[in-house]
């Protein structure tokens, strides 16, 4: 009985110790603008990763506000009132530090959550979505400035209903190259038996989709394509994985492969160097083929990094983000190495086990820029002060003057020209 209290006085100790950590660090001064167009329902699940991440890490705003749930621009939906509203982008994002696109691919009618419906992803109409030229513009604008920044832009940032145009010029700033595909694993092809398949690809085959079983299906939104990728023949059984490069290695100090299971795009790289980490599955010859036919690549990027300017960006080719529910708890040191093993076996792994710390290497990165900033802007006006050099000056009620690095009092001898006599005047 004694072990027993024992052992547990330890665990309240250690708990107790873990918060009080927590509530000793210092809060870390960070200017973010969230952007997510894809916010159906109050869960704000394209988000709410990146969110709690940042509360747990004691970011603040400039005003050393905590970020919250609605703390970001797009579309916000009011359940209770069956109503919505827009945050609209900003037109400068001068004070930003870092900006982050969640999700841009919008909301559309049957997206609701106070509308009916047996099955997601009915094609309806557009309520709110795509990344518009002049949103995007207000973006390169902070990226091109001489302030250091950061941009983060995430799945399916480059995806329908973006214009093309818009989508080309992102490609460029990013330093990819689109396919215009995109896939997602399922572990059952059955529509009849799998909820997740979505609407409107039920709708498109009908009968005719004759597809069970574990597998992938990649769509083509431009072309309305798809193929299918069965487990077994067309691809193994491991899935895909998400395989860090040595840049990768280096930049966020993880070395293992981790797998993942949701929706991801398919990209290249303009430079093999900017590569941070690759896809990576294991293809029958049937599935190469069926890769080949429809001009799709093989291998392509999961995370690319480019400079530009005093910019630093990444694409996540994947929802990397998107997780359903997050820990109430998250005032405690250590916690995110608590939650990769109490996760470690459920859908969510790939978050505690890749997301979080890459994104924790990001957040650290653009902090340790804007703090350089400052320093250096404290050094260069210090420099400025001790590069000026005078010659003379007043000390108490004399003149001195400086001769070969020391201070000498001088006198000065005057004439008097006026017309009057001194003591008097004119």
């Known amino acids: ?86 945050n609209k982008l900003p037109h400068s994002y001068a004070n ?65 209903p973006t214009d093309e145009a818009v989508r080309n010029h992102m490609s460029s700033v990013l330093g990819i190259q689109g396919s215009g595909w995109m896939g997602r694993y399922f572990d059952e092809l059955d529509y009849r038996k799998n909820n997740e398949i979505p609407k409107w690809l039920v709708d498109a085959y009908g009968d005719n989709w004759k597809y069970s079983g574990k597998g992938f299906i990649l769509i083509n939104d431009k072309e309305n394509k798809i193929v299918v990728l069965k487990t077994g023949e067309d691809i193994d059984d491991k899935g895909i994985w998400l395989k860090f490069t040595e840049q990768g290695k280096k930049a966020f100090h993880l070395d293992k492969s981790v797998k993942y299971n949701y929706w991801f795009d398919i990209v290249t790289s303009e430079d093999d160097s900017n ?46 983000n998107d997780i359903s529910t997050v820990p109430n708890l998250y005032k405690m040191e250590g916690i995110l190495t608590i939650n990769k093993y109490a996760y470690r076996f459920s859908e969510s792994s790939f978050y505690w086990d890749a997301y979080v710390p890459m994104m924790k290497t990001i957040l650290k990165q653009a902090y340790e820029n804007k703090t350089d ?43 008097n020209i006026g017309i009057a006599k001194p003591g008097y005047f004119p």
């Open 1 to 86: 009985m004694k072990k027993i209290v024992g052992i547990f006085c330890f665990v309240i100790l250690v708990i107790s110790l873990s918060f009080i950590l927590w509530q000793l660090k210092d809060e870390k001064r960070l200017q973010i603008a969230i952007i997510d167009k894809t916010v159906p329902s109050e869960s704000y699940r394209e988000h709410l990763g990146f969110n709690w991440l940042l509360k747990t890490l004691k970011y603040v705003d400039s005003n050393n506000h905590s970020y919250q749930l609605d703390d970001y621009f797009g579309f916000k939906p009011n359940t209770s009132k069956k109503t919505y509203s827009i």
């Open 96 to 160: 930003e530090d870092l900006i982050y696109i969640a999700d841009t691919y919008g909301v559309y009618q049957e997206d609701f959550p106070w509308i009916k419906k047996k099955r997601e992803g009915d094609r309806s109409n557009l309520v709110y979505g795509g990344l518009k030229m002049n949103e995007w513009k207000a973006i390169v604008n902070r990226l091109n400035e001489d302030k250091k920044s950061t941009l983060v832009a995430e799945f399916n940032t480059l995806a329908s």
């Open 275 to 320: 590569v941070l980490a690759n896809y990576d599955w294991n293809l029958t010859i049937k599935g190469k083929k069926k890769l080949m036919d429809e001009n799709i690549p093989t291998s392509f990027v999961a995370v690319n990094r480019t400079h530009v300017k005093n910019a630093t960006s990444y694409y996540l080719a994947g929802d990397f």
């Open 373 to 415: 900033q400052k320093e250096d802007v404290s050094k260069s006006k210090q420099t400025e002060k001790k590069d000026i050099h005078y010659s003379a000056r007043i000390s108490d009620d004399k003149m001195e003057v400086n001769i070969q690095g020391k201070w000498q009092s001088m006198k000065i001898k005057g004439v």
